[in-house]
């Protein structure tokens, strides 16, 4: 096999496979993890049945979600009610091609160089925006698809709201690459590292902005109109079942993590320590960077990943939901303008500072 | 609006506040059991099942067939035959069926019930029911007294 | 060109925010609400008609299955009913036992009122805690009647037992800790913005509509008319209590939020002086035991946690009544919910479903 193919196919190959498969764990036990932290908040027991602690009950919903009858209505668009959960779920997973899950280093496999991350692309950032806002055309088919009442009602919505949230969502982000003068999710972290500084202190207000049209973006309480259980019964996926009903399952978590990953790469410095230039925390790497330097990164990035989805549950532990007219009005008076404010404001700031 | 309710609106206050609490109930011990494998404490005047019950000094059955309980019960489920002694004294039980379908835990079966100083028939703290058929439910008079929980799984 | 045409949906009878088998059929233009048809009966059992054939000691657990969730008020009013068609005095001590826990069954209500209601409206938390004190209430009756939910708690002419021993700490216990445990939903919710912009100037319902509609109850303080039967028409002891009644001003849903809440403080007052006050003696007056009211109809009235629920009993001198009659309040507040959502969204129409603190077990008899 040529050198060309194993570097340019076969590693990205397996760094996908194995990608796919970590994301595909972390969203069966995001599940199991949301329901445990909202069990506490309630002052309930959690799933604890299946397993130790329940912790095989994502493998028993799996399974339960893989046999049950996979139903389509009688008067549905057949084509595009199979096709509409396929939509969304690719565009969730390959953005998780973008994100730098470790850095400062590569492994040496089998004499190859393998990147912590599947791909570094220049314009990360932008291509992230583009594909993030594929997901609601499955969303939109799928109600319209299932050719039933609420299920149209709830990619109404979700059409009106997730192309709304499209745009304090692309403007938050402008003041972190006016900062680190580059779109590449891997260049935005080094430029942390190389500023001494997370950008969620310059950028607080862009932070609050992200993370709330990203909450939006995800259909998450208190944003989560489009399936709102109490008015619209489950909203667009009110008709299905099975294993498609698992897979819009499965796109919604992985946004979830897709949100929570960029705004740790682009607020929270990715994979970078706690002040990574005060070499008396080095014992914050646990020693792990001698084997490989890129080796701590990974729990870092997992950690704070982690901590950015608790604040997404404790959200949905604490906040009733909005009205549509409410989420629009939230979007349209205050979150685009703050966003443009946070934009001129930036680069205000950093046009004196030039200076 | 004051420089409060100007910071308070700007700073999200109240949602932090919102926040804090449901954070603090986290560490809060839960206040559900785990059904099957723990049970709650009933208090003692608990109505499960009505059941009937012997004297415990004597071991005789209680009831005296007065059919005062057949009476007041509100949704008919007790049916008792009795027949006269043959002393001549009173009345016996034939048979003495509750349906346990049709009862509603209401106790007034209990309440004109003679026998003193402890009723015939009383409120059990019984309540585990599942069946696969409607004849298990039909509880006999060797059932209501036995004394044994009544457990109601057949398949 | 392009035709715009009307939505007709369905909401219910198996919708998870229509509080049981409520069907509701809306005329949506989009997402507003042009017209409201509200289609009842999928529970009715025609326990006024049963009860015609039941004699006066059995009624009293049909009553139960009225308005499940405030069981109390129901078998409060069928017996006071009763008992004053017969002209029977009930011992004071009784009285008292009545008052507490019917009060209580009252901030019970109310919690199962708050939880769904903030269920409804998304935060989902909230339930959870209401039904932590409710929890510590079912206790409370537990121990005093042997039921949870269908209690049969009082009998004609008294109560069939005493209270438990113990049982009066364990209500004071309960005084002592709900402020804190209110003060939790309070900071969840009152001032919440997403809350203020769900409730504030949703379903409003004008005090001269609310009398039109025969509102009565939370909804009707909130809007601004002071009637409660406790002050009105003064059944049991509660001319002896001292409390205030809440009334509102926008006639909002928030505002009966608000009402609701206050109840629950008041309720805890009374509890408290009805705690301090309880008299010593008997609980049960001296009834035949077959119950035979003389010839006559009566028509008696209690403040529910929903608003006035009325007995209507016509006598023929028979053990069992001539004509049985029940004025729900669920029933009566369910016909002003068009009015209330006319031109409002989806959304609202559930909130108003919540305010109104519907138990379909009591609309539909
Ligand atoms: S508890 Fe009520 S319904 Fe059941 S047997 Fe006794 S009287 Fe009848
Ligand atoms: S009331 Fe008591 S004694 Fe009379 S028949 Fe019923 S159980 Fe027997």
Request: charged residues 20%; neutral net charge; hydrophobic residues 45%.
């Amino acid at each position: 096999m040529s050198d060309a193919l194993i570097r340019n196919f076969i590693i990205p190959l397996v760094q996908v496979l194995v990608v796919l498969g970590v994301a595909a764990g972390a969203v069966a036990y995001m599940t199991l993890v949301e329901r445990k932290i909202l069990a506490f908040m309630q002052l309930r027991l959690s799933p604890r049945r299946v397993g130790p602690h329940g912790l095989l009950q994502p493998i028993a919903d799996g399974i339960k979600l893989l046999l049950k009858e996979d139903i389509t209505p009688a008067r549905a668009d057949r084509a595009l009610f199979t096709l509409a959960p396929i939509i969304t779920v690719i565009p969730a997973f390959t953005a998780l091609a973008l994100i730098p899950f470790s850095g400062g280093g590569s492994f040496n496999i089998f004499g190859y160089p393998v990147s912590p991350w599947i791909a570094d692309v220049n314009v990360g950032v932008v291509f992230l925006l583009a594909i993030s806002s594929l997901g609601v055309y499955g969303i939109m088919l799928g109600g319209w698809a299932s050719n039933s009442k609420y299920p149209l009602l709830g990619s109404l919505r979700s059409a009106a709201q997730m192309v709304s949230y499209e745009v304090p969502f692309g403007f938050s982000i402008i003041g972190v690459l006016m900062l680190s003068g580059t779109a590449s999710m891997v260049g935005i972290v080094e430029a942390q590292q190389k500023a001494h500084l997370w950008y969620f202190v310059p950028q607080i207000l862009g932070l609050f902005i992200f993370f709330v049209s990203g909450v939006a973006e995800t259909n998450r309480l208190p944003f989560d109109l489009p399936e709102a259980e109490a008015e619209l019964v489950a909203g667009f996926h009110t008709e299905y079942s099975g294993m498609k009903f698992a897979l819009y399952m499965l796109a919604e978590y992985t946004s979830m993590i897709v949100v929570a990953c960029i705004v740790t790469t682009l607020f929270f410095g990715g994979w970078l320590r706690p002040f990574p230039s005060v070499s008396a925390l080095a014992w914050l790497n646990f020693g792990l960077d001698k084997l490989n330097p890129a080796l701590p990164g990974f729990f870092w990035f997992f950690l704070k990943t982690f901590l950015v989805l608790f604040v997404y549950l404790w959200l949905r532990g604490t906040f009733p939901r909005y009205r549509y007219d409410q989420l629009m009005k939230l979007g349209w008076y205050w979150m685009i303008p703050l966003a443009i404010a946070n934009v001129i404001l930036t680069g205000g700031v950093l046009l004196l500072l030039r200076r | 609006m004051g420089m409060q309710a100007f910071l308070q609106k700007v700073l999200l206050l109240e949602l932090w506040q919102g926040m804090w609490v449901t954070l603090k109930n986290q560490f809060r011990p839960h206040i559900t059991v785990e059904y099957p494998r723990e049970t709650v404490e009933f208090a003692p005047r608990f109505r499960g099942v009505p059941r009937l019950r012997k004297d415990p000094q004597t071991g005789e059955e209680l009831c005296i067939s007065c059919l005062l309980c057949e009476a007041i019960c509100p949704t008919e489920c007790i049916s008792i035959v009795a027949e006269k002694r043959p002393d001549g004294k009173g009345k016996q039980l034939v048979s003495f069926t509750i349906n346990y379908e049709r009862c509603c835990f209401c106790g007034l079966c209990v309440d004109p019930c003679p026998t003193k100083p402890i009723t015939a028939i009383y409120m059990s703290h019984d309540y585990e029911f599942a069946g696969y058929d409607r004849d298990a439910y039909v509880a006999t008079r060797e059932e209501l007294v036995d004394g044994k929980p009544v457990k109601i799984y057949t398949r | 060109m392009f035709r715009t045409e009307m939505m007709d949906i369905n909401m219910g009878p198996q919708h998870p925010s229509t509080h049981g088998v409520l069907r509701l059929k809306l005329v949506l233009d989009g997402e507003t609400v042009n017209d409201t048809d509200v289609l009842i009966g999928y529970l009715h059992r025609g326990v006024e008609k049963l009860c015609e054939t039941k004699n006066y000691h059995m009624i009293e657990p049909y009553t139960d299955r009225l308005d499940y969730v405030a069981a109390m008020y129901e078998n409060l009013g069928y017996v006071e009913t009763v008992e004053k068609l017969m002209g029977i005095t009930v011992p004071e001590r009784a009285e008292y036992i009545r008052v507490l826990t019917a009060e209580l069954q009252r901030i019970a209500s109310h919690l199962v009122w708050l939880g769904t209601h903030a269920l409804d409206i998304g935060a989902m938390t909230v339930f959870f805690y209401c039904f932590r004190e409710r929890e510590i209430i079912l206790d409370l009756f537990e121990a005093f009647c042997g039921a949870r939910l269908t209690y049969n708690a009082y009998r004609i002419g008294g109560l069939p037992w005493d209270i438990p021993p113990g049982w009066i700490d364990r209500v004071r216990h309960f005084v002592k800790i709900f402020p804190g445990r209110q003060k939790e939903y309070e900071t969840l919710l009152t001032k919440n913005r997403i809350w203020l912009g769900r409730t504030k100037g949703v379903g409003i319902l004008k005090s001269e509509d609310a009398i039109d509609f025969g509102v009565t109850g939370p909804c009707l303080r909130a809007s601004g008319v002071d009637y409660d039967i406790r002050r009105a028409h003064p059944y049991s002891v509660y001319d002896r209590f001292l409390f205030d009644i809440p009334t509102g001003e926008n006639c909002d849903t928030y505002d009966r939020y608000l009402v609701r809440m206050e109840e629950m403080r008041q309720s805890l007052r009374i509890l408290q002086q009805a705690l301090d006050h309880l008299p010593a003696g008997g609980v049960m007056a001296k009834v035949p035991k077959r119950i035979k009211p003389p010839v006559g109809e009566v028509y008696h009235t209690v403040e529910g946690p929903r608003g006035e629920l009325g007995f209507y009993i016509v006598s023929q001198g028979d053990d069992k009544p001539y004509r049985m009659r029940f004025r729900s309040p669920s029933f009566v507040n369910l016909q002003a919910l068009p009015h209330m959502v006319k031109g409002a969204l989806v959304a609202d129409v559930v909130a108003v479903i919540g305010t109104l603190d519907i138990v379909l077990g009591d609309v539909d008899r």
